[in-house]
């Protein structure tokens, strides 16, 4: 019922013109969307229970709403406008995805090639160049293959995740593979290929299309804000480096894991050579009032109308949830 009139008010504005007005009038701020993984079909029980992989049908009708209603710009272009340099094309929006999932190559390159619609990709280094399967999708497998009941897995799935979020990185690591041992035992079985990464042949095909730029999300994926300032520098500056060969391609901006950082890891994110930076917020980018190393992104859900596509893009749903007391 919720989500019925949801659709039926957003429906309503955006058949009156409201959000293609809000649109115009908006036009210089900038929405950078971010994405995880993408699936062909919806995964069972605990291993996709957050809608982290995005189905490929839903992805497409957000990319093809953009490429009909926005001009699609690199990441890179986007963080040079805010350096003082060309101006952007109205309205403009950026695509970016975070982790560096193989499924970003087998489903989601062949849509932005499709659309001809450029993205920005952040691996976790560790993920990508050694196989180390992100912690959160090892407990998430871990829980998955419990023999308590689906919904017990889920609760207790994230009961245990947002616990583990708040700890210290190495505690946090620590825990992680004690509770997946206990839950898996000495023969735990392979993890599925929706938690797979990308392989360096993949990446350096993305890399050569002229469409993808690949961006670092750390090494480890460390909360950043949770480990020391010299642990955070090694994150942000090992990857880089890390990446960069990986892709064969310079590595110019960085994704704070979890959208997490403070004053001292933007400076340090800057003294590593890295131009730009993306971080959560859920709001469009105001001109002229967006540091390149705080770039907020927001998020589209699978299950959103062209209404609510366009009322996300244009402010009126941040700005709505906003004022309802919700995050903005």
């Given at each position: 019922?919720?989500q019925?009139?949801?659709?039926?008010?957003?429906g309503?504005?955006?058949?009156?013109?409201?959000?293609?007005?809000a649109?115009?009038?908006?036009?210089?701020?900038?929405?950078v969307?971010?994405?995880?993984?993408?699936?062909?079909?919806?995964?069972?029980?605990?291993?996709?229970?957050?809608?982290?992989?995005?189905?490929?049908?839903a992805?497409?009708?957000?990319l093809?709403?953009?490429?009909?209603?926005f001009q699609?710009?690199?990441?890179?272009?986007?963080?040079?406008?805010?350096?003082g340099?060309?101006?952007?094309?109205e309205?403009?929006?950026?695509?970016?995805f975070?982790?560096?999932?193989?499924?970003?190559?087998?489903l989601?390159?062949?849509l932005?090639k499709?659309?001809a619609?450029p993205?920005?990709?952040?691996?976790a280094?560790?993920?990508v160049t050694?196989?180390?399967?992100?912690?959160?999708?090892r407990?998430?497998?871990?829980?998955e293959?419990t023999?308590?009941?689906?919904?017990?897995?889920?609760l207790?799935?994230?009961?245990?995740?947002?616990?583990?979020?708040?700890?210290?990185?190495?505690?946090?690591e620590s825990?992680?593979?004690?509770i997946c041992?206990e839950?898996?035992?000495?023969?735990?079985?392979?993890?599925p290929?929706l938690f797979?990464?990308?392989?360096?042949q993949?990446?350096?095909?993305?890399?050569?299309?002229?469409?993808?730029?690949?961006g670092?999300?750390?090494?480890?994926?460390?909360?950043l804000t949770n480990?020391?300032?010299?642990?955070?520098?090694q994150?942000?500056?090992?990857?880089?480096?890390?990446?960069?060969?990986?892709?064969?391609?310079?590595?110019?901006?960085?994704?704070?894991?979890n959208?997490?950082?403070?004053a001292?890891?933007?400076?340090?994110?800057?003294?590593a050579?890295?131009?730009?930076?993306?971080?959560g917020?859920?709001r469009?980018?105001?001109?002229?009032r967006?540091?390149?190393?705080?770039?907020?992104?927001?998020?589209?859900?699978?299950?959103?109308t062209?209404?609510?596509?366009?009322?996300?893009?244009?402010?009126?749903r941040g700005?709505?949830?906003?004022?309802?007391?919700?995050p903005?």
């Amino acid at each position: 019922m919720r989500q019925t009139l949801k659709n039926i008010f957003y429906g309503a504005i955006h058949s009156a013109g409201v959000t293609r007005l809000a649109r115009r009038l908006r036009r210089r701020h900038v929405p950078v969307l971010f994405y995880h993984g993408v699936a062909t079909r919806r995964w069972p029980g605990v291993l996709d229970c957050e809608r982290k992989h995005i189905l490929a049908s839903a992805l497409e009708r957000h990319l093809s709403f953009l490429k009909e209603n926005f001009q699609v710009v690199p990441l890179s272009r986007y963080a040079d406008s805010l350096r003082g340099g060309p101006p952007l094309p109205e309205p403009c929006a950026v695509v970016t995805f975070d982790d560096g999932y193989t499924n970003n190559y087998s489903l989601a390159f062949p849509l932005l090639k499709k659309y001809a619609l450029p993205a920005t990709v952040y691996l976790a280094a560790d993920f990508v160049t050694q196989g180390q399967t992100l912690w959160v999708d090892r407990l998430a497998w871990a829980f998955e293959n419990t023999q308590a009941a689906p919904l017990e897995k889920i609760l207790s799935y994230l009961k245990t995740k947002n616990r583990l979020k708040s700890l210290p990185d190495e505690e946090r690591e620590s825990l992680a593979d004690k509770i997946c041992a206990e839950l898996l035992g000495p023969r735990p079985p392979e993890t599925p290929p929706l938690f797979a990464p990308l392989s360096r042949q993949q990446a350096r095909e993305m890399a050569g299309s002229g469409l993808v730029e690949f961006g670092s999300h750390g090494c480890r994926h460390a909360i950043l804000t949770n480990v020391t300032l010299e642990q955070a520098r090694q994150e942000i500056v090992s990857s880089k480096r890390i990446i960069e060969d990986f892709c064969g391609r310079p590595v110019a901006s960085f994704s704070y894991p979890n959208g997490d950082f403070n004053a001292e890891i933007a400076r340090m994110t800057a003294e590593a050579g890295y131009s730009s930076a993306v971080a959560g917020g859920l709001r469009l980018n105001a001109p002229d009032r967006t540091d390149p190393y705080a770039i907020a992104r927001l998020a589209l859900a699978e299950d959103d109308t062209p209404a609510l596509i366009a009322a996300t893009l244009c402010g009126i749903r941040g700005r709505l949830i906003s004022w309802a007391g919700g995050p903005s």
